[in-house]
């Protein structure tokens, strides 16, 4: 009998995003729950905080990640008490041309 831990049919996906702003305003804790799966080849994260006029603030990318959850802390530069930053989150596979977008999320950090 096997007992599989995995849904097979499951496409990955960031299941949830959660970042957090220090009191400074100068890093943010990030934490990603990704799908679980048993592809040889792992997903790679990525996660883009842009400023008001769209230009990149600071990013982090995790290649091949292999755990279900991701944290990090990310670090602004000249952080805006009052501006409202964009946030991308997306998941890829693979690396150069033979990237593919498997999920990707934009929304708002005021």
Not at 44 to 64: K, W
Not at 93 to 99: N, S, W
Request: net charge negative; charged share 25%.
């Amino acid at each position: 009998m096997e007992i599989s831990l995995f849904q097979g049919d499951e496409t990955p996906k960031i299941e949830r995003c959660v970042l957090y702003p220090y009191p400074d305003l100068k890093r943010i804790w990030t934490r990603l729950w990704v799908t679980a799966t048993q592809d040889e080849e792992k997903p790679n994260l990525e996660v883009i905080v842009l400023n008001p006029d769209g230009t990149e603030n600071c990013s982090v990318y995790m290649m091949a990640h292999a755990e279900t959850r991701a944290e990090t802390t990310l670090h602004m530069r000249n952080p805006a008490p009052d501006a409202t930053y964009s946030v991308v989150a997306e998941m890829t596979q693979g690396i150069g041309d033979a990237q593919r977008v498997l999920d990707r999320h934009e929304f708002d950090l005021v």
